[in-house]
């Protein structure tokens, strides 16, 4: 009898989906099921019905894991930013590390373990970079889960709180001065986000995500910003525009003060624009990176080749143990930023060029350098063929694989070790408490024989 949608049925569940949902099986399918824990028995509501799977909902749960635990958040689970607060922690990083061991022997056909995930020390208040959808209303929060709807939300566990104080000063100034919310929809409206950026310090920059090249109200709102929040260092409006999905606009003017953020990073020092890519979960990053570089085993006669190099931190930080480093990402824009912030930190071995994997390693091979060590820290669609065959021909003799996905990284894991290099060891780091995102560092080693 096949399984019918809207139906309820009893269910065990068995494990774990890539998205942190339960997984049971019912004739023969396996039922994704959001909101169940391991080991459960939950009477799941079908809401979707496959060829080869369904997807349900949690409507009873019968016989509770003991990891299961009351959201601490009012906004769970109608907001789209967690997805794993319904579990302990230690649930959580116990969960994340099998995906990430599972992904690698089912997809990559390796044999080992990984051992260790690097747990954060607090799952709360961790991001450094909040953006706020507008709504009208006005609504100044969250998405809902799957969805464009804004949710109001006053505050948010993953955010620190100078974010929390400014949006709220922010949302006053909307509602006290008739400021229109922008209609994604109709095209029409002004304030579409209201962006948060917070250093080690807890200063912090905002930005007003407009469709318009001006604001009204321009100096009662930076007076309301600034009395919110007095380490305030910058206001700057990014002019978008256009019909899109994308966040910031192409223009940016700067409102009052500076329209940067300083921060430290891995004992460095970088400056941070609104635009500029930095990773969200600061103390969690440094010791991504000290893996890295542990894993890179650098003796200080090591020429070393940052693929996807980004503003240079990883470049930055192998440069201090490295003869010299070497950075190479498509951004141009990413890649002037390397270079002041290489001038920042006295950094004088370190060297950024744009170009994609394919174009650095002709460069290299054109200059007869050819790297000892080659990291990458691709996005989560991973590293292409070329990019492998880029690697395979600059033959270095360790590769270092920072991973924030990992399906791809274990299907690029199985097309390496095709051309000669071997999965030696990997670990996992949660950057992302709370939802079901992990990262991964991985060493591979090139065959000598």
């Known amino acids: 009898m096949a399984a019918k949608k809207n139906e309820k049925y009893p269910l065990r ?45 949690v409507d009873q749960v019968l016989e509770p894991s003991p990891a299961r635990q009351e959201p601490d958040c009012p906004q769970y689970p109608k907001c789209g930013g967690c997805q794993l607060r319904h579990m302990t922690y230690a649930e959580e990083t116990e969960m994340k590390r099998r995906r990430v061991q599972e992904a690698l022997r089912r997809i990559g056909g390796w044999e080992g373990t990984v051992e260790v995930i690097h747990a954060a020390p607090t799952p709360d208040r961790y991001r450094n970079k909040i953006q706020f959808p507008v709504a009208d209303g006005p609504q100044v929060g969250f998405f809902r889960a799957r969805s ?47 962006y948060v950026r917070v250093n080690r310090k807890g200063q912090s920059l905002c930005s007003v995500i407009a469709n318009g090249k001006k604001l009204p109200y321009t100096q009662e709102l930076i007076d309301i910003l600034r009395q919110a929040e007095p380490d305030l260092v910058g206001v700057v409006l990014s002019v978008n525009m256009d019909k899109t999905n994308v966040i910031l606009g192409k223009t940016y003017k700067t409102l009052w003060g500076q329209d940067f953020l300083e921060d430290t990073l891995c004992g460095l020092s970088f400056q941070l624009s609104v635009p500029s890519f ?36 990883i470049t930055l930080c192998m440069a201090r143990k490295a003869k010299k480093a070497l950075g190479a990402e498509v951004v141009p824009s990413a890649v002037e930023d390397a270079k002041e912030n290489a001038k920042r930190n006295g950094v004088d071995n370190a060297e950024f060029f744009c170009a994609d994997a394919g174009e650095a390693a002709l460069q290299l091979a054109q200059r007869g350098i050819r790297p000892d060590v080659i990291c990458v820290d691709p996005p989560r669609k991973g590293i292409s ?18 991973s924030c996905d990992p399906a791809t990284l274990a299907r690029d894991v199985k097309l390496l070790a095709e051309r000669g290099y071997h999965l030696q060891k990997a670990e996992a780091a949660d950057l992302f408490p709370r939802t079901h995102h992990v990262e991964t560092v991985c060493l591979l080693t090139r065959n000598t024989d």
């Not at 339960?22 to 979707?48: I, Y």
């Not at 990019?387 to 694989?401: D, G, H, N, S, T």
Request: include cysteine.
């Open 385 to 402: 063929a070329d990019v492998i065959e880029a690697i395979v021909q600059m033959a270095p003799q360790r590769l270092v694989y920072v």
């Open 148 to 194: 464009h709807d804004v949710i109001d939300a006053p505050d948010c566990l993953l955010q620190p709180l100078p974010a929390t104080r400014l949006r709220t000063a922010f949302k006053t100034w909307m509602e006290t001065y008739h400021v229109p919310a922008y209609d994604e929809k109709a095209h029409e409206g002004l304030i579409r986000h209201f």
């Open 278 to 313: 930095y990773q969200v979960n600061r103390e969690q990053t440094e010791v991504l990176y000290g893996r890295a570089l542990d894993f890179a085993g650098l003796t200080g006669e090591e020429t070393v080749l940052d693929l996807y190099c980004g503003i240079g931190t």
């Open 13 to 57: 569940i068995e494990s774990y989906g890539s998205s942190g949902e339960g997984v049971a099986r019912l004739e023969g399918q396996a039922v994704f099921v959001k909101g169940a824990l391991e080991g459960e028995l939950c009477s799941v509501q079908l809401l979707k019905v496959g060829k080869s799977a369904a997807w349900g909902r």
